[in-house]
């Protein structure tokens, strides 16, 4: 069965600081992957997704991610981090019948 | 834009309580879902439509079922509400296509007494 592992539940940044939270994912075949972004409050955002092609995608508010089928991972970096950043973030992995399997999610903490 | 609403943002009720929890969609979306999400659990999918009409287990259906009459609504229902069902309920729709790709509702705060 698909699964999704997010190994830290909480990280804390500096404000302009680079980030990186990790995904790993468990998926016999090519996998479709995303990365969400839940705001205090609100429901989930899609920040960015994988299908095939270029393994390095692109996202919304300056986020990328990088597909490495070798370690079974889809890491989400920032090059500099805003306070408005700080937030739950999601890995989800693409399941079947459109259905998707999320992990357990990393808070992100942002310091002044 | 999609949009992806939620009838109650927070809602309190007693043990026992027969709960409906509703969701509407604006896309014109064939697929929607029902998840809870918990702390340190993430989100777990509950039930899921292709269509009006149809319904399919997800992973944690126990004490939950689901109502889809019309294309737009999707609802969930507690039958009988325990406090083991405190959570937030997360409603998401996505079109016939099967990119997995899910547009999500705002979510709706459950907390049973």
């Known amino acids: 069965a698909q699964s999704v592992t997010q190994p830290d539940i909480h990280i804390t940044v500096s404000e302009g600081a680079s980030l990186e939270l990790r995904c790993n994912y468990s998926y016999g075949a090519t996998p479709y992957l995303f990365w969400y972004v839940q705001s205090p409050g609100q429901g989930l955002q899609l920040l960015l997704k994988?299908?095939?092609?270029?393994?390095l995608v692109q996202g919304i508010k300056g986020f990328e991610a990088e597909f490495k089928r070798s370690q079974s991972s889809f890491n989400l970096r920032k090059p500099s981090v805003h306070w408005s950043d700080a937030a739950e973030y999601f890995c989800a992995v693409g399941a079947g019948g459109n259905k998707l399997v999320f992990g357990a999610g990393t808070i992100l903490r942002v310091k002044s | 834009d999609v949009k992806v609403t939620q009838s109650s943002r927070y809602l309190v009720k007693r043990t026992g309580e027969k709960v409906f929890l509703e969701c509407v969609q604006d896309m014109d979306h064939e697929n929607m879902f029902w998840y809870r999400q918990d702390p340190g659990l993430g989100l777990r999918l509950i039930y899921f439509?292709?269509?009006?009409?149809?319904?399919e287990k997800g992973d944690i259906p126990e004490g939950y079922s689901v109502s889809r009459e019309k294309k737009e609504r999707f609802s969930l229902i507690l039958e009988s509400a325990s406090t083991n069902q405190t959570s937030m309920y997360l409603c998401a729709s996505s079109p016939q296509r099967v990119n997995y790709e899910q547009y999500f509702g705002p979510g709706t705060r459950l907390t049973v007494t």
């Open positions: 994988y299908f095939s092609g270029d393994t």
């Open positions: 439509s292709y269509d009006v009409k149809m319904k």
